[in-house]
């Protein structure tokens, strides 16, 4: 029996396979140690964007690196995230005016919870409770498993998780029960923020709905006072075919959450935008009012860096009709099987595809994800189902070429599982 020294996150060490060493990366290709290349089609758990080693991330990091590794961000700033903020209040959806680095997806929801007490709180109004919806997904640590959806990745932890108002999915013809339910929630003058993954609900099963709906849940927010949080850790740089999910419903978010993509998915960075009304919320010559949050690398100016050159990728290259182009990859990739019996669900947006293969029954769904693993592995691609959805999320330098090996791989893995 193998005993690994490093842990693994969400790794059976006793039953999965052994980690696959890898040495470099280029591209959407990763390559092992045994140099076999192997196609990256969820970008690194849907962190890659443009491609590994981007030159111009490559460049950024190396230039930041031999002037400023570290610098504490309290009392300090530098310009690397002076230059970012702008940079990225200048992208995001109109109205966000204020930006606070940490360092990963969970963290930024974090914060924004935080913030959205601390809103409450410090206006004399407080109000405590969150909404969220249906199979959400915000992260891994306490209050993000919170406002996540609960299952078997979070039964041991329940005793310390907070309640929170769960609002429906809105399946494609019932939209309205999930926006009855949160105007009902919102009614009572209670609920401090409602939080929401914008369009498609990713670890929850690639889940999507319409920017109709997403832009009728502002407004009820609206309507109610409720603080609308926007975590876009997944959906944001162009995943859903707009740099942002809520540009597609016109929406600024009062606090929109920023991680994976943003240094091009190459170094751990987060932010969470703020409007001028949470931040003036802070604002105070009463100390007891300030935004008490921290991590030691908040804004590591080489993070930083890395994301400035993500930000000016999106600005000098054709990243747009790359996302397009791609996008048109996937929808006729994925119409091939669409056809196919063993298939169901298929679905898109952007450059996200994603389709259940029909399965007998719950027990052999526990042990189809490591089979699947392991069959995409031997056809060179890196995918990693959800249950039965397979998903694919590749960077956007992926070819159309690399594109029909992902789907190949896809089409024989009913046969491939049943010898
Ligand atoms: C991945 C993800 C997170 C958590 O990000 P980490 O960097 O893994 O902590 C939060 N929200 C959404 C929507 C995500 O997809």
New binding site residues.
Partial sequence: MARNIVWHPFTQHATDPQPLPITRGKGAWLETEDNRRVLDAISS??VVTHGHRHPAIVAAIHDQIDKLDQVIFAGFTHEPAERLAEMLIDIAPPGLAHVFYSD??????EVALKMALGYWRNIGQPRTRIAALEHG?????IG?MSAGARGVFNAAYEPLLFDVVRIPFPHPGREQETLDALNAAGRDGTLAAFIV?PLIL??GGMLIYGAGTLAEMKRICERHGVLFIA?????GWGRTGTPFACEQARITPDIL?L??GLTGGSL?L?ATLATSRIFEAHFSKDRTRTFFHSSSFTANPVCCAAARANLGIWASEPVHDRIARLAELQKGALASLASDARFENPRQIGTIAAIDLKVPDGGYLASIGPALRTHFLTRGVLLRPLGNTIYVMPPYCTTAGDLALVYEAISSAPDALAE
């Fill in positions: 758990w849907w990963s997806g969970s963290t930024a929801v997904y915000h992260g891994d640590t993000t993954e990713g670890a975590d876009e850790v997944m959906t959450c991680a994976k751990p987060a």
